[in-house]
């Protein structure tokens, strides 16, 4: 979290780049929010999915009935990844206003760490968007697998294929949530720097 302590009535270019910047951050929360009942949606669905693998093919009403609730679940966190897109996209439109005010900017020093800055970002929003379609072809392989449980003919077979795919696609989740986080702290270490370079009485604070 980045507090101003001061502003001037004329705000130069590097704190104007400061308010688009902490805008950004403001619009990212809802982001933040969502990462909590997200993580829960996840484990109520596991649950679900551990009580249908318990079940036999006797108990097809149980299964049929658990993968239901199961594809309920999937639907929230649809809901919650599209919440979540949104936030991000808006914040990355914030983000882009401090484009043209890089030339504005005191210091060819100054221009060069919001070149940095602005890479890392946009390194930054490119991981998220591969995160997001990585996240929404998981969802779509959960729902295949929710259905193929319901059918009374399923062969063993097709759902050790199905369950190798969804392994596949949470790992792939992993690996560019890993790349997200990186350019995550990447960035904030460029903005700080900046901050800094640029003398502004920007006070850090922990979260």
Do not use: W
């Not at 760490?113 to 890392?120: I, L, W």
């Not at 294929?161 to 792939?172: C, L, M, P, V």
């Amino acid at each position: 979290m980045f507090l101003m302590t001061a502003c001037q009535e004329n705000p130069s270019a590097s704190e104007k780049m400061y308010n688009h910047l902490e805008k950004a951050v403001e619009l990212e929360q809802n982001f933040e929010k969502q990462q909590e009942p997200m993580t829960s949606l996840e484990n109520q669905e596991k649950e679900l999915y551990d009580q249908i693998i318990d079940l036999g093919k006797s108990e097809m009403e149980k299964i049929k009935e658990l993968s239901d609730q199961a594809i309920e679940l999937l639907n929230e966190r649809r809901s919650i990844l599209k919440a979540e897109k949104e936030s991000i996209d808006s914040a990355k439109e914030e983000f882009d206003k401090i484009a043209p005010l890089k030339e504005e900017l005191e210091t060819e020093e100054l221009k060069t760490k919001a070149e940095e800055m602005e890479e890392a970002m946009n390194q930054r929003y490119e991981a998220y968007g591969q995160l997001h379609s990585a996240y929404s072809k998981a969802l779509d392989l959960d729902e295949e697998l929710y259905n193929m449980l319901k059918d009374e003919e399923l062969e063993k077979e097709s759902l050790e294929k199905q369950i190798d795919k969804i392994n596949k696609s949470y790992e792939e989740i992993f690996s560019v949530n890993e790349k997200f986080n990186q350019a995550t702290e990447k960035y904030n270490q460029l903005k700080q720097d900046f901050y800094e370079l640029a003398e502004m009485d920007v006070k850090f604070e922990e979260e």
